[in-house]
């Protein structure tokens, strides 16, 4: 069922797809099936640009994964989702403009597995999680402090436009390795994306860089 639902999802069906989901969630008989399919239908919703949605329903997935267990009903071992789900959930959020738990979603996906960790397209998405953080914050510091930082751009006497001198030219002063200074996701690294989210946005393109052109790196889809 949730194959179908994933087929019908690509079709564009949301409608079906999320009858689907519904119906894989009702015929189950393990519990250790609910962050699956938890995460399944987020990502239904997440599609369809039901973004709040998603987000709430990945929150959930997320529990249920914490809380799953190790083996299934039967006794056999359980595939751990986390870490997909992590990524799901760190798609979500941006998506939903959270840019700060969107970088700690992704962190601690990449973190935590070398699988992802060799993709650079999850360092591309800690990369505009952090530039989104930068967006936000210069937009509130454009709000409140910055108003008077302007002037008129004249030529032959006339007013042809405005000047917004708003950015500081120091805030990429600090080498990448700063950045690199942190492990993944940890609170000192929260912490530094947060009040350097440029120069963390740089450590993770110099990265992708790297990841590029090491073949045998994990090649993205």
Request: hydrophobic fraction near 35%; glycine fraction near 6%; charged fraction near 25%.
């Amino acid at each position: 069922l949730n194959l179908k639902a994933h087929l019908e999802q690509l079709k564009g069906n949301t409608k079906k797809s999320l009858i689907l989901c519904q119906e894989a969630q009702l015929a189950r008989h393990d519990p250790t099936y609910d962050a699956i399919d938890a995460n399944n239908l987020s990502i239904v919703y997440a599609t369809s640009r039901k973004r709040y949605l998603a987000l709430h329903t990945i929150a959930k997935a997320l529990r249920s994964d914490e809380n799953g267990g190790t083996f299934r009903t039967d006794g056999t071992a359980r595939y751990d989702n986390k870490f997909a789900i992590l990524h799901n959930a760190s798609l979500s959020a941006f998506q939903g403009q959270n840019y700060k738990s969107a970088y700690e979603c992704m962190a601690a996906c990449v973190q935590n597995s070398l699988m992802y960790r060799q993709r650079a397209r999850c360092w591309l998405r800690m990369a505009e999680a952090c530039i989104g953080l930068y967006a936000t914050k210069k937009k509130k510091d454009f709000k409140s402090e910055k108003r008077n930082a302007f002037s008129t751009i004249e030529a032959n006497g006339k007013p042809q436009g405005i000047y917004i001198g708003r950015y500081n030219g120091d805030e990429m002063s600090a080498t990448i390795g700063e950045a690199a200074g942190h492990e993944l996701g940890s609170a000192a690294d929260i912490e530094f994306v947060v009040q350097e989210p440029l120069k963390h946005a740089a450590y993770c393109l110099d990265v992708i860089m790297k990841l590029l052109r090491d073949p045998a790196a994990k090649k993205d889809p």
